[in-house]
């Protein structure tokens, strides 16, 4: 296939594919078990991470328009409505998407704009979860 055929690539390949959606998700839930300003979001996850750094990360995958095993996994399930439960506040939201513009910041995909977009994006959809 050359250059002209070529279809073309998703973000998930421009932003530097797994190993760099999983560095970000790893350094989001970091900074969320660390920096205290996030302390009132870490409270309301369950103690142990590990399976939410599973979970965003392979969302975040086909997201982005990589590999869909995360929706093969949870077959019909809305990101918007599970969250709908939760009561998301403004001040969650806020501090979601800053936890998470910051981890991308620092994992720092070479795609700086695209970067930028992908931290636009998900501070879009944080807000857009807000049920007060
Ligand atoms: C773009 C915004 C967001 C995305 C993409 C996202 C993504 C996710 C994903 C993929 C899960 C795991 C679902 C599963 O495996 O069944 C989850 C769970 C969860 N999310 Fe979010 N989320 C977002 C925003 C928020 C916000 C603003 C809050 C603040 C309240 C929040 C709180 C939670 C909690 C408490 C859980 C359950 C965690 C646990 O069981 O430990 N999320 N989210």
């Not at 530097?16 to 959606?21: A, S």
């Not at 806020?94 to 930028?116: E, F, G, S």
Request: proline residues 8%; aromatic residues 8%; negative net charge.
């Amino acid at each position: 296939m050359n250059a002209e055929t070529a279809p073309p690539k998703t973000p998930y390949e421009l932003l530097g594919g797994q190993q760099v959606i999983q560095q970000v998700v790893d350094r989001f839930y970091d900074l969320m078990d660390s920096d205290p300003q996030y302390a009132p979001l870490r409270r309301i996850h369950a103690a142990d991470l590990a399976p939410m750094r599973h979970s965003l990360a392979g969302w975040l995958s086909a997201w982005a328009g990589g590999p869909r095993d995360w929706f093969d996994e949870n077959p019909g399930k809305c990101m918007m409505s599970a969250h709908r439960g939760l009561g998301v506040s403004r001040e969650f939201a806020a501090q979601w998407a800053d936890a998470m513009a910051r981890a991308i910041a620092d994992v720092a995909p070479p795609d700086k704009a695209l970067a930028r977009e992908m931290a636009l994006r998900l501070d879009t959809m944080a807000k857009a979860m807000v049920v007060d």
